[in-house]
């Protein structure tokens, strides 16, 4: 029996649910990354991005390839880079909404009493 499509969706939210994930997936958005700058942008330990970016491959979101001594990530599809800038212009709506509600949200103009 397979999978219905919105529990693969939300499996798939999952993986993305995680901010390092989220920041290496931003970077790879840009181009292919080697470990170390990884390591660099990220701020985290060599294990737990190791541990991030296993996650990232078994959910087929990026692909690895050895050069020498050095590994180099890089996305899959570029779909996974427009999932991220739509998230980001969602996110910057949603945020700007938070500033300063849409004119049917705002509360009503106190009325003025007649003498």
Do not use: N
């Amino acid at each position: 029996m397979s999978v219905p499509l919105y529990r693969s969706k939300a499996e798939f939210f999952k993986t993305l649910g995680h901010p390092v994930r989220i920041r290496v997936l931003e970077l790879l958005s840009e181009r292919e990354h080697g470990v170390s700058e990884m390591l660099r942008d990220t701020g985290v330990e060599p294990a737990y991005l190791s541990q991030q970016l296993a996650v990232l491959r078994r959910a087929d979101l990026v692909v690895a390839r050895r050069e020498g001594t050095a590994v180099y990530y890089a996305l899959t599809s570029p779909q996974v880079a427009e999932l991220l800038r739509t998230a980001r212009l969602i996110l910057t709506g949603v945020l700007a909404g938070r500033a300063e509600p849409p004119d049917d949200h705002r509360a009503p103009a106190p009325r003025e009493e007649s003498p």
